[in-house]
């Protein structure tokens, strides 16, 4: 069973910056799957943030240049640092695999999530 545990989040002042990890256990191949970052604020839909696949990754316009996201060597491990956070960014940020290669930008395509972790941000 794929088991997904998100960190790392925590309180910021505007334009500070903090690194997320995202581990992956229950499987021997988890470097080839895609890992995405979603991030949701209460009453609105979550919106990706940015994916980690064997061969790209990717970023939503918003954070494109602010924000990077990489895994250690076996893939267990998917970091996202945050950087330059805004103070319109507070979010639950959640970890997501569907154990497939390909990064997807539909939430409703990942069957495997994290807990989420939570980012404030004061201005």
């Known amino acids: 069973q794929v088991r997904l545990s998100d960190s790392g989040g925590g309180f910021v002042r505007a334009g500070g910056s903090l690194r997320l990890s995202c581990e992956v256990s229950g499987s021997t191949v988890s470097y080839m799957y895609a890992i995405a970052w979603f991030r949701q604020v209460p009453e609105k839909e979550r919106e990706i943030v940015s994916c980690?696949?064997?061969?790209?990754?990717t970023y939503s316009d918003s954070v494109k240049g602010r924000f990077a996201i990489s895994r250690n060597k076996d893939g267990s491990t998917v970091f996202l640092q945050v950087n330059n956070l805004k103070p319109e960014e507070p979010a639950g940020y959640y970890c997501a695999t569907d154990r497939a290669p390909a990064c997807e930008n539909d939430p409703g395509e990942f069957a495997y999530w994290g807990q989420g972790t939570q980012v404030t941000v004061a201005s």
């Open positions: 980690i696949s064997m061969r790209r990754s």
